[in-house]
């Protein structure tokens, strides 16, 4: 296994960045996690470590060598296919068997090979059905299979779940989670779910726009967004503009009766209060919970039923009456109740 | 449910009404009725004409099938190396240089060929200033000229349905090769070819069908005797009147050409039953 270091990858296509100045570190046995909207360029990030972009600049190390410039059939790199890229004139058997091949593995060390990476997905028996023959997961496990077995020094995966039901995806997560850590294998592992990537990963890149916004592990990535867009990303979120003010030189702005600082390089004119609709608490408008920081009243005006808990749209009481928030409960309320919203401190981004 | 579908098909029906009318007047009536004329012997039915047509055309039947056999080989290695080139690489001269001859009639190919090939033509000329060898022979009334004319009119046709084929394939089936270790033309032997099989016979028919039942080419370019069956049937009917043996003839390519089609379809068959469950 290896480590992976991109600096400063650059791929315009026209106008469109697909890569953008892209540096980022994959330590050996870990999984970095890319996530992003779709077109941010997570794809061609992908492609660009297995060597089938022409970059318009940077560079790519393997274990400290360069190989901006070998070819993808010399990397020893894997990756998987977001739509698996499973070829379907050959068998199951054969799919998996084709990078052995080329190894120059022996008839018996191949059968070897293949059984165990079948064992190990737990797909064993389906040697010789054609990918047509077989489910989407079925399909999903013979390409990681193919990818494995050859004990390339990277994994790359494009999007490897989506294209499975919900139900199937989450376990999945689990198994190829266990599956990295087993076989400690170097992973770049690329989607648009940021609930998976944060759950997944060692270290989570966020991409927009053909730019790597922030990169860090996942309670960080979580906890502590560094821009708008990496807060908005991450979690179900209240997004809310609101034009601010400046008073004795500090930047200030108000949700309904709260008053909040704003950190000194927002712009004022357009400030961005973010905060998720896990992580407040709503009560009736008399009474106060302990524990919270922040409070601003307003009033039910929607609400669903969520299984585990009621999701309310409640509309704040400011000065702008179209201010509506989503705040998650498992208080029962009805429409039209006037309610108390809270907020701690550090779960209220500003920028 | 059941009428709804049954006018449907009646409305299909009648949609191809009118191309089965004009296959029925332009293509089985005249089979039928060659087929017919080709065992009329002086008013009766019988096989004088297949004795004769052997007996005369032996020869034009063997060379008939190793010049199209010949023309099929070329044809498919010319248009297997231009479509895999063109299917990586983006070269545009090549792109259209290989498609020139569909925009140009048979009977212009064929003179040109035989000035190109000729004892002095220009392929020799080149030959000659690049070798320095200045006796050559020229092949415009060679059976190898006459291959290298029709490989030339024809493999167009065959390069554009492979390249078709090979451009539909999906970029991902190659990167997986790829990414496992592949070069590419281990690629292109792999993955493309096998993918694009149905695609390519279809090409190989094409050239087999287009060489066997030419006549203006063997008319310009190779030997005159032996040549090839269409050039037969003419002077049947040309210098003999002979309509009996023309159309025997006529009826060997169309039986060798069946042949080959029933081995196609045979093949599509179980490469559909074989893609399917
Ligand atoms: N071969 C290409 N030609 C032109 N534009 C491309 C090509 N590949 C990607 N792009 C563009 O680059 C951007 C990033 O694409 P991609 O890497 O596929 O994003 P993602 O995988 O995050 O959805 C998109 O705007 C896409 O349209
Ligand atoms: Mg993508």
Redesign the interface.
């Known amino acids: 296994m290896a480590t992976v270091v991109t600096k400063g990858l650059k791929k315009f296509y026209g106008d469109v960045h697909a890569l953008d100045d892209v540096s980022l570190d994959i330590e050996e046995g870990t999984l970095l996690a890319v996530i992003g909207p779709s077109g941010s360029g997570k794809t061609t990030l992908l492609r660009s470590i297995a060597g089938f972009v022409k970059l318009d600049a940077g560079k790519i190390y393997l274990d400290g060598e360069d190989i901006t410039h070998v070819p993808p059939e010399k990397r020893n790199i894997s990756m998987f296919f977001q739509n698996y890229a499973l070829w379907p004139h050959m068998t199951v058997y054969n799919n998996i068997a084709y990078g052995l091949r080329l190894r120059k593995y022996n008839k018996n060390e191949i059968a070897e090979k293949i059984r165990w990476v079948l064992q190990l997905l737990d797909i064993e028996g389906l040697e010789d059905r054609k990918p047509s023959q077989l489910s989407g997961g079925q399909q999903q496990r013979i390409a990681l299979a193919r990818a494995i077995v050859v004990e390339p020094k990277v994994l790359l995966l494009d999007e490897p779940l989506s294209n499975l039901d919900a139900k199937i995806r989450l376990r999945i997560r689990f198994e190829i989670k266990a599956l990295q850590q087993k076989l400690r294998l170097t992973t770049l592992y690329v989607t648009h779910d940021q609930e998976e990537a944060l759950s997944i990963a060692d270290k989570v890149a966020i991409m927009h726009n053909g730019k790597i916004l922030q990169i860090g592990d996942p309670q960080e990535i979580y906890t502590k967004p560094a821009t708008l867009f990496v807060a908005d990303f991450v979690g179900t979120n209240n997004v809310i503009e609101k034009k601010g003010y400046v008073r004795d030189g500090v930047k200030f702005v108000n949700l309904g009766k709260l008053v909040l600082q704003a950190p000194p390089n927002v712009d004022v004119n357009k400030v961005n209060i973010v905060f998720r609709a896990d992580e407040v608490e709503i009560e009736r408008r008399n009474e106060e919970i302990p524990g919270y920081d922040y409070r601003f009243d307003g009033t039910i005006s929607g609400k669903l039923y969520m299984g585990f808990k009621f999701r309310y749209e409640v509309t704040v009481d400011d000065e702008n009456k179209d201010i509506k928030v989503i705040v998650n409960s498992d208080k029962d309320f009805s429409i039209g109740d006037k309610i108390g919203v809270f907020l701690k401190k550090d779960k209220v981004f500003i920028f | 449910m059941g009428t709804y579908e049954n006018k449907n098909n009646l409305f299909g029906f009648l949609l191809i009404l009118p191309a089965l009318a004009v296959l029925g007047v332009l293509y089985i009536y005249p089979l039928i009725r060659a087929i017919y004329i080709s065992f009329l012997w002086k008013g009766q039915l019988g096989l004088e004409n297949y004795t004769k047509a052997f007996a005369l055309y032996r020869k034009d039947i063997v060379y008939t099938l190793g010049i199209t056999a010949a023309t099929v080989i070329i044809v498919f290695a010319v248009s297997m190396v231009i479509a895999s080139y063109l299917r990586f690489k983006n070269w545009k001269f090549l792109d259209y240089m290989y498609r020139l001859p569909l925009f140009i009639p048979f009977l212009i190919v064929g003179h040109a060929m035989r000035v190109f090939l000729a004892q002095h033509g220009v392929m020799n000329m080149i030959i000659s200033r690049l070798t320095g060898i200045h006796r050559l022979p020229g092949l415009a009334s060679q059976w190898l000229g006459l291959t290298l004319a029709f490989a030339w009119v024809l493999s167009p046709f065959a390069i554009l349905i492979i390249l078709g084929a090979f451009k539909a394939i999906?970029d991902?089936?190659v990167?997986?090769?790829?990414?496992?270790?592949?070069?590419k033309f281990?690629v292109i032997i792999?993955?493309l070819i096998?993918?694009a099989r149905p695609s390519i016979m279809v090409a190989l028919v094409l050239t087999f069908v287009r060489t066997i039942s030419s006549l203006t080419i063997p008319l310009m370019v190779g030997p005159s005797k032996p040549t090839m069956l269409p050039v037969d049937m003419m002077f049947r009917v040309n210098y003999y009147n002979d309509w009996g043996v023309a159309n025997a003839l006529g009826v060997i390519s169309y039986v060798i050409v069946i042949g080959l089609s029933m081995y196609y379809l045979r093949f599509m068959v179980t490469e559909r039953g074989?893609?399917?469950?």
């Not at chain 2, 990167?175 to 070069?183: I, K, T």
Request: charged share 25%; glycine share 10%; net charge negative.
């Open positions: 999906d991902s089936y990167e997986a090769a790829l990414n496992l270790g592949s070069n281990k792999d993955v096998p993918l074989g893609l399917k469950h």
